[in-house]
């Protein structure tokens, strides 16, 4: 069975590749179809894959320089494979951590707060509950061409303070080693030249403004991108592959389950980007 991409799965963006084993060395032109479905649909869907941890880094690497978990530096083949994130406690057992102000539970894009931020993120779904523990994802291109003209005016070249305990507008833990950095607002899509809003959690303010007013735009335009005509809602399986762009994409995790009596244990990998523009 050769490789086949499914229909858009939602409006907001998302498609099944099947026919494809993310084991296996990764030919060019399946790669080129892959790297078409993520520019077209930002969000790809591997289902009933099989992957030890060492093979899910190996796919990623398909797609440029894997990042070592917590920015470390590279060189330690333990760092390097893909990272197990769960909901278990030291003894494997599950525990319900309870949403966070800086969590997975708020929409973000993985790791903004950094200079270079990540390209795109995969999860591969190891062990789920029995229903519930989705993940969202918002179209932040969608809701970018949503806006009216005077708000694409307005918010024309401003750039976004990030830091990584910043949440909601409003430092709320003490900051680890990462100093703040900006970002546009509006950035370009690298492969497409389409503006998406760069926002979410971990975004603190507005260069341009004073604090209270950078936090109010934030928040508007963040209740304007993540509503639900621009959002994808993915429903795990066991087995799915799932890697998205984050140049274009808000996500965050769905507490809809009872995590401190099932299980939900993912592993992770992360691509490394450029500087967003
Ligand atoms: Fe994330």
């Known amino acids: 069975m050769g490789l086949t991409v499914g229909p858009r799965l939602s409006a907001a963006g998302g498609v099944a590749i099947s026919g494809i084993d993310l084991a296996e060395p990764l030919p060019p032109e399946p790669k080129r179809r892959i790297l078409e479905a993520f520019r077209d649909h930002h969000v790809v869907v591997f289902p009933g894959q099989a992957l030890t941890r060492e093979q899910q880094y190996g796919f990623a690497r398909n797609f440029g320089e894997v990042e070592p978990h917590g920015g470390r530096q590279a060189g330690n083949k333990q760092l390097e494979v893909a990272h197990v994130i769960s909901n278990l406690d030291q003894d494997g057992n599950p525990v319900d951590r309870s949403p966070s102000p800086v969590s997975n539970y708020r929409w973000h894009t993985d ?6 931020p990540p390209l795109l993120t995969m999860l591969y779904a190891v062990e789920l509950p029995p229903e519930g523990g989705d993940t969202e994802f918002a ?3 969608l809701g970018y061409a949503a806006l009216p003209d005077e708000t694409k005016q307005r918010i024309a070249g ?4 990030f830091c990584w305990g910043a949440s909601g507008g409003k430092p709320v833990m003490a900051m680890r080693e990462d100093p703040p950095v900006d970002h546009p607002l509006v950035r370009t899509h690298p492969d497409t030249g389409h503006k998406a809003l760069y926002l979410g959690n971990h975004a603190s303010h507005i260069r341009e403004m004073t604090e209270t007013e950078g936090a109010g735009l934030l928040g508007e335009l963040l209740e304007h991108a993540t509503q639900r005509q621009f959002v994808y809602t993915h429903r795990w399986r066991k087995g799915d592959l799932v890697m998205w762009d984050n140049r274009c994409l808000l996500h965050r995790a769905v507490a809809n389950y009872d995590m401190g009596r099932y299980r939900r244990v993912l592993h992770r990998s992360v691509v490394r980007g450029t500087v967003p523009f």
């Open 158 to 161: 401003l750039r976004v303070v």
């Open 139 to 141: 179209n932040t291109l």
């Open 111 to 116: 790791k903004s707060y950094r200079p270079v």
